[in-house]
């Protein structure tokens, strides 16, 4: 095992090792958790093993664990083992052992996180919104997980491919043809793209209502354009062009990057075949002129492959998506991030997949659709708000947050941090929370700087820097690293133990594709942080105690850090 693997995984594995030995035991009698404990009476790790051997030995919890630490010969990271309540077996970590690990973890630039995923891909689909129009809530909420969780696998090794699957295909783009020849307006186009196509997509799609005859104009072109006809080509690639230009300027405000832009159209070819092999292995049948997969058996209603009309479908199109990505990058997993009305389908176009053979791991995460109380967004509009709208808003607002408490900092530099500060309250807003709950955003919590918000955690970091810049000014020639880390006060040693999480944090962050898990650990950290400073003196304490807390305030600078990037959170030094 590693040097400096977290204690968590060093104790399972030795609490695991030393009841196999001493009890004899087989690989699966064995299920132990080995957990921090919640009170540091109880030492700072407990196992409930004794507990779960009962059966198994058929002896009482207390004495299974008192034979085991008669037997055992404690590893030297830990300090002691007691026996709690019924038969919990506790264990205190050494002091000496917490200080050599945070030491260690300074050299680390992955901060104790093991490279996992080395050798291995995974392809993460997000953001994804639909070529002319704009992006509604669910594509803003797919764009900000997509990416902590696309940052969170990159940390861990894994190669990502962020790959933004756009929906630029299908029949709405012989209405957009037609519409836009007869109504666009270039000026407005010019101004706000995605907003005109929109429009323009409206205005004929009303027309189409009553016009017969634009119907089937609109029919014509689709036709047209599926057949490769180079003037609606040229169109159709100008409408991605621009909405493409339109989702860039957000997505640099959220500094999301994607290494694919490939959309639905990109996968056109396959579809024939894809139905070929639905139909060779007998899972296709027709059903009122349309082909359809019947997934009773998997209590699922019946998945259209392709209409009466001969279209495609989404189902169909993710299905030769799927098969194209395993041929090209062989993919340990694919992972897609949407809101959750789309359950359903990726739960059928899962269970085809695996009918028809192909070999990969599809993982569907979804999240709930935030809520916004009435009048949260002067720009609302239905149910769609502008995305741009709100950043703008967010940043106005930390304007004035900034310019309040810095009101001497230049007014560049006050707008780059009402940048940063904006853009992370959303975002964090939006991680903090499991993704599966119903999310209310108000600005009062997404700005608020004492409670659990993006802001309080760049505060904390901030405040850490300044206390490291203090100690240069005042002790300019003198070099940490000379002094060694030392613990012994309770908080010393429940900020190191706290550090020394990180990994389990990411780790569990990434497993469970759940960033809010790292957004709780970081706010921990820096609650701890902030009892640590307050409770013991820094600058003032003996040198060496001194130099210690300083690198343990460095470390713990250091791991807000890196997990506030891995949110996509920016971490500015001065606030
Ligand atoms: N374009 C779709 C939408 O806006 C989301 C696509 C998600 N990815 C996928 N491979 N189906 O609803």
Redesign the pocket.
């Known amino acids: 095992m590693r040097n400096f693997a977290p204690f968590d995984e060093r104790l399972s594995v030795w609490t695991a090792d030393t009841m196999k030995t001493l009890f004899g035991l087989g690989e699966s009698d064995i299920k132990l958790g080995v957990s921090p404990t919640n009170n540091e009476k109880f030492g700072d790790y407990q196992c409930n093993a004794a507990m779960e051997l009962t059966k198994v030995l058929k002896k009482a919890p207390r004495q299974i664990a008192q034979e085991f630490i008669d037997a055992a010969k404690r590893p030297d990271f830990v300090e002691k083992i007691d026996i709690a309540g019924p038969g919990f077996i506790n264990f205190t970590l050494s002091n000496t052992a917490l200080a050599e690990h945070i030491q260690s973890l300074e050299s680390d630039p992955y901060l104790g996180v093991e490279q996992v995923g080395q050798g291995q891909t995974v392809i993460i ?1 997000y953001s ?3 070529v002319a129009k704009p992006m509604h809530i ?2 803003i909420r797919s764009t900000v997980i997509g990416n902590a969780i696309d940052r969170l696998y990159r940390f861990l090794g894994y190669k990502v491919i962020a790959d933004n ?3 630029d295909w299908g029949t709405q783009f012989g209405l957009m043809m037609v519409g836009f020849r007869s109504f666009v307006d270039e000026e407005a186009l010019a101004k706000a793209p995605v907003e005109e196509l929109e429009r323009v997509y409206v205005a004929s799609y009303n027309q189409s209502k009553e016009d017969p005859s634009w119907r089937e104009k609109a029919k014509s072109e689709l036709v047209k354009l599926q057949q490769g006809d180079p003037e609606n080509r040229a169109l159709w690639e100008r409408f991605i062009k621009l909405s493409i230009e339109e989702f860039n300027t957000i997505y640099d405000r959220l500094d999301v990057k994607f290494d694919l832009y490939r959309g639905e159209s990109f996968y056109n070819d396959r579809l024939p075949k894809i139905i070929q092999s639905l139909e060779n292995k007998g899972l296709a049948t027709e059903s009122d002129g349309a082909l359809i997969v019947d997934l009773e058996e998997e209590g699922m209603p019946v998945c259209i492959v392709r209409k009466s009309d001969g279209g495609y479908n ?1 189902a169909t199109t ?1 299905l030769a ?1 799927v098969e194209a990505r395993i041929e090209e990058f062989s993919p340990e997993r694919i992972v ?1 991030v ?1 809101d959750e009305r ?1 359950q359903l ?1 990726f739960k059928q176009f899962f269970t085809i997949a695996k009918k028809l053979g192909m070999k990969a791991n599809l993982v569907h995460v979804w999240f709930g659709l935030m809520r916004l109380p009435e009048a949260t967004f002067s720009t609302r509009e239905g149910n769609v708000i502008k995305l741009a709208a709100l950043l703008d808003e967010a940043e106005v607002r930390s304007l004035e947050m900034v310019k309040s408490s810095s009101p001497d900092m230049p007014e560049e530099q006050q707008k780059d941090l009402a940048r940063a500060i904006g853009i992370g309250a959303i975002k964090y807003t939006d991680l903090s929370q499991n993704p599966q709950s119903l999310v209310t955003f108000t600005w009062e919590k997404a700005l608020n700087m004492e409670g659990n918000s993006g802001p309080y955690l760049q505060y904390a970091y901030a405040r850490i820097s300044s206390v490291s810049d203090k100690y240069a000014t005042k002790y300019p020639d003198t070099h940490l690293d000379q002094y060694p880390i030392t613990i012994e006060h309770e908080l010393e040693r429940r900020i190191a133990i706290k550090i020394s999480r990180f990994p389990v944090a990411i780790r569990a962050a990434a497993e469970n594709y759940r960033p809010n898990i790292l957004a709780d650990y970081l706010y921990d950290l820096a609650q701890i942080y902030s009892s640590f400073y307050q409770n013991v003196p820094f600058l003032k304490a003996d040198e060496g105690i001194r130099e210690s807390r300083i690198r343990l305030c460095r470390s713990t600078a250091a791991v807000l850090r890196q997990g506030l990037n891995l949110l996509g959170i920016e971490t500015p030094e001065r606030i």
């Open positions: 689909d994804s919104p639909n669910g594509h699957h756009l929906g989404y993710d998506t897609y949407t789309q389908h």
